[in-house]
């Protein structure tokens, strides 16, 4: 009988990576919510967002407000190496 496999890995495979990619998962969790912390509604986190962001951290802030919020991105050009973020929120998103 042939071993199962688990997206391309043996069990013992995919058993031996998993505090790995827990570990990964949970950075990557934290990379989010450090960047929505930064952007978010400071009266609500579920209220529009409109904030400025360095130019660098537009990939995280992206994909941050569409883990939390639901979507709905836009960026502006706001000055040198500046965007300013624009978002309608996660109640506006119907959630």
């Known amino acids: 009988m042939t071993e ?23 950075d990557s969790y934290f990379k989010k919510e450090d960047a929505f912390n930064a952007v978010k509604n400071k009266e609500h986190w579920k209220d529009s967002i409109d904030a400025i ?3 660098e951290d ?3 802030t992206e994909t941050a ?3 939390f919020a639901g979507g709905g991105v836009m960026f502006y050009p706001a000055g040198e190496g500046k965007l ?3 978002a309608p929120g996660y109640w506006a998103n119907g959630f």
């Open 53 to 55: 962001i360095k130019e």
């Open 65 to 67: 407000i569409n883990f």
């Open 4 to 26: 199962r496999m688990m997206y391309g890995y043996t069990h013992a495979e995919w058993m031996a990576g998993a505090e790995e990619r827990a570990q990964r998962d949970w």
């Open 84 to 86: 300013r973020v624009t």
């Open 58 to 60: 537009r990939d995280i």
